[in-house]
């Protein structure tokens, strides 16, 4: 069982910055993979950011160059810096964790519950 917390939301003007933060319930050595995704009105969730335990990462293009997701194992937080913010970044962003069971080829998802981030024009 792994629980998720996100803070760091808030309205930003565009151009502006925020940093999200995730923290788990475990040591996040024992994740995969952890990354942020985010959900306008009316549209799916789609992936922003994440990274695995070897510390690669993938971004979405639509953030490359502005948003940088790291991780802090001694705090076991992951960290999404987001930089040079539009309005279409404006949307509800959740922190997920994924734990891999290969025996049972498994995949099990964690999310958190989920902060708003609104960039005003």
């Known amino acids: 069982q792994v629980r998720l917390v996100e803070s760091g939301g808030g309205l930003v003007q565009a151009g502006g910055s925020l940093r999200l933060s995730c923290e788990a319930s475990?040591?996040?050595?024992?994740?995969?993979?952890m990354g942020w995704y985010r959900q306008a009105p009316g549209k799916q969730r789609d992936l922003v950011a994440d990274?695995?335990?070897?510390?690669?990462?993938n971004y979405a293009d639509s953030v490359k160059g502005r948003f940088t997701i790291s991780r802090d194992n001694a705090k076991n937080t992951v960290y999404l810096q987001m930089n040079s913010l539009k309005p279409e970044d404006t949307a509800v962003y959740y922190c997920?964790?994924?734990?891999?069971?290969?025996?049972?080829?498994?995949?099990?998802?964690?999310w958190g519950q989920g902060t708003q981030v609104t960039v005003s024009s």
């Open positions: 997920n964790a994924k734990v891999l069971v290969p025996t049972m080829t498994t995949t099990y998802n964690y």
């Open positions: 475990v040591n996040i050595f024992s994740i995969n993979a």
């Open positions: 990274i695995t335990s070897g510390s690669r990462t």
